[in-house]
Nanobody, 116 residues
């Protein structure tokens, strides 16, 4: 059974930082590309950051220079370090694991709220 379990969300003031984690089980983690998506109320889910099985990263323009995605293959975990957070970063953040377009798994999401 495949599980992706996100953690690390919460309430933070503008300019603050959070570190999200996604622990994967039931998959051969090193074969999967891992992504972080987010969905704000009334908006479509959008790709925030991605990391390939080989460690190549990619970011949405809105988070470049502020967010960093990384993976720990020894712990089957992917992280999203989020710095200089803005109110517009408020959303539910989802972890995704995929093998190309054929295999796709989602976590349950973790809420991030940026507010003073």
């Amino acid at each position: 059974q495949v599980q992706l379990v996100e953690s690390g969300g919460g309430l933070v003031q503008p300019g603050g930082s959070l570190r999200l984690s996604c622990a994967a089980s039931g998959i051969i983690f090193t074969r999967y590309a891992m992504d972080w998506y987010r969905q704000a109320p009334g908006k479509q889910r959008e790709l925030v950051a991605a990391i390939t099985s080989g460690g190549t990263t990619n970011y949405a323009d809105s988070v470049k220079g502020r967010f960093t995605i990384s993976r720990d293959n020894a712990k089957n975990t992917v992280h999203l370090q989020m710095n200089s957070l803005k109110p517009e970063d408020t959303a539910v953040y989802y972890c995704n694991a995929h093998l190309g377009m054929a295999v796709n798994y989602w976590g349950q999401g973790t809420q991030v709220t940026v507010s003073s």
